[in-house]
Protein backbone atom coordinates (compact mmCIF):
# COMPACT_ATOMS: atom_id res chain seq x y z
CA UNK A 1 0.00 0.00 0.00
CA UNK A 2 1.60 3.79 -0.70
CA UNK A 3 2.08 5.77 2.07
CA UNK A 4 3.06 9.32 2.26
CA UNK A 5 5.22 11.17 5.27
CA UNK A 6 5.67 14.76 6.23
CA UNK A 7 8.02 15.01 8.56
CA UNK A 8 7.11 18.39 9.83
CA UNK A 9 4.27 19.43 11.56
CA UNK A 10 5.22 22.80 11.17
CA UNK A 11 7.57 24.84 9.58
CA UNK A 12 8.82 28.61 10.72
CA UNK A 13 10.72 30.76 8.03
CA UNK A 14 11.27 34.80 7.89
CA UNK A 15 9.38 36.53 4.81
CA UNK A 16 11.97 36.72 1.75
CA UNK A 17 13.32 33.46 3.11
CA UNK A 18 13.86 30.08 1.00
CA UNK A 19 11.15 27.58 2.55
CA UNK A 20 11.02 24.21 1.84
CA UNK A 21 8.61 21.58 3.26
CA UNK A 22 9.15 17.78 3.22
CA UNK A 23 7.58 14.80 1.39
CA UNK A 24 8.59 11.25 0.91
CA UNK A 25 6.71 7.99 -0.39
CA UNK A 26 6.05 5.09 -0.93
CA UNK A 27 4.07 3.28 -4.01
CA UNK A 28 4.36 0.70 -6.41
CA UNK A 29 5.02 1.52 -9.54
CA UNK A 30 5.56 4.47 -10.85
CA UNK A 31 4.47 7.78 -8.78
CA UNK A 32 1.99 10.37 -9.36
CA UNK A 33 2.56 13.00 -6.47
CA UNK A 34 0.64 16.10 -5.42
CA UNK A 35 0.71 19.18 -3.19
CA UNK A 36 -2.45 20.81 -2.02
CA UNK A 37 -2.54 23.95 0.22
CA UNK A 38 -5.50 24.68 2.69
CA UNK A 39 -6.33 28.58 4.05
CA UNK A 40 -8.25 28.51 7.07
CA UNK A 41 -11.96 27.27 6.76
CA UNK A 42 -11.00 26.36 3.45
CA UNK A 43 -11.02 23.30 1.39
CA UNK A 44 -7.59 22.03 -0.28
CA UNK A 45 -6.44 23.50 -3.22
CA UNK A 46 -4.03 22.45 -5.81
CA UNK A 47 -0.88 23.65 -6.50
CA UNK A 48 1.11 21.24 -8.41
CA UNK A 49 1.74 17.97 -9.86
CA UNK A 50 4.43 15.51 -10.56
CA UNK A 51 3.33 12.70 -13.07
CA UNK A 52 6.43 12.28 -15.37
CA UNK A 53 9.19 14.36 -16.86
CA UNK A 54 11.35 17.11 -15.72
CA UNK A 55 12.12 16.46 -11.58
CA UNK A 56 11.74 19.97 -11.38
CA UNK A 57 7.96 20.77 -10.80
CA UNK A 58 6.42 24.53 -11.04
CA UNK A 59 2.83 25.27 -9.87
CA UNK A 60 0.51 27.93 -8.22
CA UNK A 61 1.99 31.09 -6.26
CA UNK A 62 5.32 30.66 -7.31
CA UNK A 63 5.95 27.37 -5.62
CA UNK A 64 7.83 24.47 -6.93
CA UNK A 65 8.69 20.81 -5.89
CA UNK A 66 11.42 18.50 -6.78
CA UNK A 67 11.14 14.96 -6.97
CA UNK A 68 13.49 12.78 -6.15
CA UNK A 69 12.92 9.03 -7.42
CA UNK A 70 16.19 7.88 -5.24
CA UNK A 71 15.39 9.85 -1.86
CA UNK A 72 11.56 9.02 -2.70
CA UNK A 73 10.94 12.32 -1.75
CA UNK A 74 8.69 15.39 -3.37
CA UNK A 75 9.84 18.08 -1.36
CA UNK A 76 7.82 21.78 -1.79
CA UNK A 77 9.89 25.08 -2.05
CA UNK A 78 9.55 28.49 -2.77
CA UNK A 79 12.80 30.65 -3.40
CA UNK A 80 11.34 33.32 -1.53
CA UNK A 81 8.33 33.27 1.26
CA UNK A 82 5.41 35.79 1.64
CA UNK A 83 3.38 35.98 4.84
CA UNK A 84 0.76 35.50 2.67
CA UNK A 85 2.08 31.99 1.99
CA UNK A 86 0.89 31.29 5.71
CA UNK A 87 -0.75 27.79 5.35
CA UNK A 88 -1.43 24.08 5.91
CA UNK A 89 0.07 22.26 3.06
CA UNK A 90 -1.00 18.58 2.29
CA UNK A 91 1.14 16.17 -0.46
CA UNK A 92 -0.17 12.98 -1.71
CA UNK A 93 0.41 10.04 -3.71
CA UNK A 94 -1.93 8.28 -5.62
CA UNK A 95 -2.41 4.58 -5.88
CA UNK A 96 -1.63 3.16 -9.15
CA UNK A 97 -4.18 0.22 -8.94
CA UNK A 98 -7.60 0.07 -10.07
CA UNK A 99 -9.00 2.99 -7.72
CA UNK A 100 -6.27 5.83 -8.41
CA UNK A 101 -7.35 7.01 -5.04
CA UNK A 102 -5.26 9.60 -3.60
CA UNK A 103 -3.37 9.20 -0.17
CA UNK A 104 -2.34 12.30 1.69
CA UNK A 105 0.11 13.49 4.18
CA UNK A 106 -0.21 14.35 7.62
CA UNK A 107 -0.06 18.25 6.68
CA UNK A 108 2.90 20.19 7.78
CA UNK A 109 1.83 24.41 8.88
CA UNK A 110 3.89 27.07 7.22
CA UNK A 111 4.56 29.80 9.16
CA UNK A 112 6.42 32.74 7.32
CA UNK A 113 7.16 35.80 10.12
CA UNK A 114 7.01 39.16 8.74
CA UNK B 1 -13.04 28.42 -9.58
CA UNK B 2 -13.87 25.57 -7.99
CA UNK B 3 -16.36 23.72 -9.66
CA UNK B 4 -17.63 21.66 -6.37
CA UNK B 5 -20.17 23.30 -4.12
CA UNK B 6 -20.54 22.43 -0.63
CA UNK B 7 -23.80 23.65 1.30
CA UNK B 8 -23.95 24.72 3.98
CA UNK B 9 -20.79 26.35 4.37
CA UNK B 10 -21.39 26.67 8.19
CA UNK B 11 -24.01 24.80 10.96
CA UNK B 12 -24.65 24.95 14.19
CA UNK B 13 -27.35 22.46 15.34
CA UNK B 14 -28.44 20.95 18.73
CA UNK B 15 -27.61 17.19 19.75
CA UNK B 16 -30.31 14.45 18.58
CA UNK B 17 -30.73 16.40 15.31
CA UNK B 18 -31.07 15.01 11.67
CA UNK B 19 -28.72 16.72 9.30
CA UNK B 20 -27.56 16.71 5.68
CA UNK B 21 -24.59 17.99 4.32
CA UNK B 22 -24.68 18.90 0.64
CA UNK B 23 -22.22 18.41 -2.19
CA UNK B 24 -22.91 18.52 -6.06
CA UNK B 25 -20.12 18.87 -8.25
CA UNK B 26 -20.65 20.45 -12.23
CA UNK B 27 -17.23 18.54 -14.01
CA UNK B 28 -18.82 15.13 -14.70
CA UNK B 29 -16.77 13.58 -12.18
CA UNK B 30 -16.95 10.03 -11.39
CA UNK B 31 -15.50 9.54 -8.20
CA UNK B 32 -16.57 11.82 -4.92
CA UNK B 33 -14.98 11.73 -1.63
CA UNK B 34 -15.94 12.67 1.85
CA UNK B 35 -13.06 13.69 4.16
CA UNK B 36 -13.52 14.97 8.04
CA UNK B 37 -11.15 17.39 9.56
CA UNK B 38 -10.66 18.35 12.37
CA UNK B 39 -8.99 22.07 12.17
CA UNK B 40 -5.46 22.26 11.18
CA UNK B 41 -5.23 18.47 11.41
CA UNK B 42 -5.03 15.41 8.87
CA UNK B 43 -7.73 14.34 6.69
CA UNK B 44 -10.01 11.02 7.54
CA UNK B 45 -11.58 9.50 4.54
CA UNK B 46 -15.27 8.68 5.50
CA UNK B 47 -16.93 8.00 2.69
CA UNK B 48 -16.50 7.29 -1.22
CA UNK B 49 -18.51 6.75 -4.43
CA UNK B 50 -17.25 5.14 -7.44
CA UNK B 51 -20.38 6.24 -9.31
CA UNK B 52 -23.99 6.19 -9.16
CA UNK B 53 -25.40 3.27 -6.48
CA UNK B 54 -22.00 2.82 -5.10
CA UNK B 55 -21.07 3.92 -2.01
CA UNK B 56 -17.76 2.48 -0.16
CA UNK B 57 -17.08 3.53 3.88
CA UNK B 58 -13.12 4.76 4.27
CA UNK B 59 -10.70 4.30 6.38
CA UNK B 60 -11.88 6.45 9.25
CA UNK B 61 -15.34 4.45 10.75
CA UNK B 62 -18.26 7.06 10.95
CA UNK B 63 -21.73 7.18 12.29
CA UNK B 64 -22.90 9.23 8.83
CA UNK B 65 -24.05 7.48 5.61
CA UNK B 66 -24.01 8.74 1.73
CA UNK B 67 -26.20 8.07 -1.61
CA UNK B 68 -25.03 8.38 -4.48
CA UNK B 69 -28.65 8.39 -6.84
CA UNK B 70 -27.27 10.87 -9.31
CA UNK B 71 -23.25 11.57 -10.94
CA UNK B 72 -23.20 15.31 -9.68
CA UNK B 73 -24.69 15.26 -6.23
CA UNK B 74 -23.09 13.49 -3.14
CA UNK B 75 -24.88 14.38 -0.18
CA UNK B 76 -23.40 13.16 3.59
CA UNK B 77 -26.18 12.43 6.39
CA UNK B 78 -26.11 11.97 10.18
CA UNK B 79 -29.34 10.66 11.60
CA UNK B 80 -28.34 11.96 15.01
CA UNK B 81 -26.14 14.38 15.36
CA UNK B 82 -23.93 14.50 18.43
CA UNK B 83 -20.84 16.85 19.61
CA UNK B 84 -18.31 14.24 18.90
CA UNK B 85 -19.17 15.05 15.26
CA UNK B 86 -17.93 18.52 15.41
CA UNK B 87 -15.61 18.43 13.07
CA UNK B 88 -14.94 20.08 9.15
CA UNK B 89 -16.39 18.00 6.39
CA UNK B 90 -14.63 17.75 2.63
CA UNK B 91 -16.24 17.15 -0.30
CA UNK B 92 -13.93 16.10 -3.27
CA UNK B 93 -14.66 14.28 -6.79
CA UNK B 94 -12.54 13.10 -9.28
CA UNK B 95 -12.08 11.60 -12.71
CA UNK B 96 -11.71 8.01 -12.98
CA UNK B 97 -8.58 5.79 -14.19
CA UNK B 98 -5.51 7.19 -16.10
CA UNK B 99 -7.04 11.03 -16.25
CA UNK B 100 -7.21 11.15 -12.46
CA UNK B 101 -4.55 13.89 -11.95
CA UNK B 102 -5.98 14.82 -8.24
CA UNK B 103 -8.96 15.78 -6.50
CA UNK B 104 -11.02 18.88 -6.83
CA UNK B 105 -12.00 20.07 -3.15
CA UNK B 106 -15.39 22.01 -1.95
CA UNK B 107 -14.88 24.79 0.17
CA UNK B 108 -16.35 22.47 3.33
CA UNK B 109 -18.74 22.82 5.72
CA UNK B 110 -17.76 22.94 9.69
CA UNK B 111 -20.42 21.86 11.88
CA UNK B 112 -20.84 22.41 15.30
CA UNK B 113 -23.24 20.28 17.32
CA UNK B 114 -23.91 21.81 20.87
Known amino acids: AQSVAQPEDQVNVAEGNPLTVKCTYS??????LFWYVQYPNRGLQFLLK??????LVKGSYGFEAEFNKSQTSFHLKKPSALVSDSALYFCAVRDNGAGNMLTFGGGTRLMVKP | EADIYQTPRYLVIGTGKKITLECSQTMGHDKMYWYQQDPGMELHLIHY???????EKGDLSSESTVSRIRTEHFPLTLESARPSHTSQYLCASSEYGENNYGYTFGSGTRLTVV
Open chain 1, 27 to 32: VSGNPY
Open chain 1, 50 to 55: YITGDN
Open chain 2, 49 to 55: SYGVNST
